[in-house]
């Protein structure tokens, strides 16, 4: 019976940390990336397929989301990030791909082509553009082929969270159906004020 309690007390403690969590990231997102997530430029993006079976704006959402965990996690290892940067480098770092239907003529133009794509919009959205985020956004590709490694730990952050939720796309998809950005916010601050149900 006291194992029991205990497992239930942990995974209350667990719950707890994890919301706290989401909880930050909701503020730093909404702090560092807040011009960036009213745009039209999102807006648009949780209505374009990405990855087969998400969004744009529901991938960026993720990668966001994992490069400031695992800011977080460095930073409890006393590493510290720039989370500004990695805000808006997470949030644009895709963003030159909407409209890629009418902008590329082949996937491949678009793989290489996005990036600077993404840096341009990147300058349009944000009135000071963190230092280190133009190249968070045109290195964002590594480890893929022809892809130059970052030259930040931020940069490398968001490259590696950017591959978790790609494959996360593939198997999972979409978490909503694309209806748009300020209905898929609604829908969201819903869930997170009913306990994330």
């Not at 909404?30 to 993006?45: F, K, P, V």
Request: aromatic fraction near 4%; hydrophobic fraction near 30%; include cysteine.
């Amino acid at each position: 019976m006291m194992a029991s309690s205990a497992a239930k007390a942990v995974r209350k403690r667990l719950r707890e940390l994890h919301d706290k969590q989401k909880e930050k990231i909701r503020n730093d997102l909404e702090r560092y990336g807040g011009e960036i997530l009213h745009s039209d430029e999102m807006e648009q993006a949780y209505r374009q397929t990405h990855h087969t079976r998400s969004t744009v704006g529901e991938h960026t959402q993720r990668v966001a989301e994992k490069s400031l965990a695992i800011c977080y996690a460095l930073n409890k290892l006393h590493v510290r990030t720039d989370i500004q940067a990695v805000v808006a480098g997470s949030l644009c770092h895709d963003l030159g791909i909407l409209g890629r239907d009418e902008k590329y003529e082949t996937n491949q133009d678009c793989y290489r082509q996005h990036p600077s794509d993404s840096v341009e919009v990147a300058r349009r959205l944000m009135a000071s553009l963190p230092e280190k985020t133009p190249d968070i956004i045109e290195r964002h590709m590594w480890p893929s082929a022809r892809s130059k490694r970052p030259n930040s730990l931020e940069g490398v952050v968001v490259s590696l969270a950017d591959k978790a939720a790609a494959a996360e796309d593939f198997i999972r998809g979409s978490r909503v159906k694309p209806v748009g950005f300020r209905e898929t916010i609604r829908n969201i601050r819903k869930q997170n004020s009913h306990g994330g149900k």
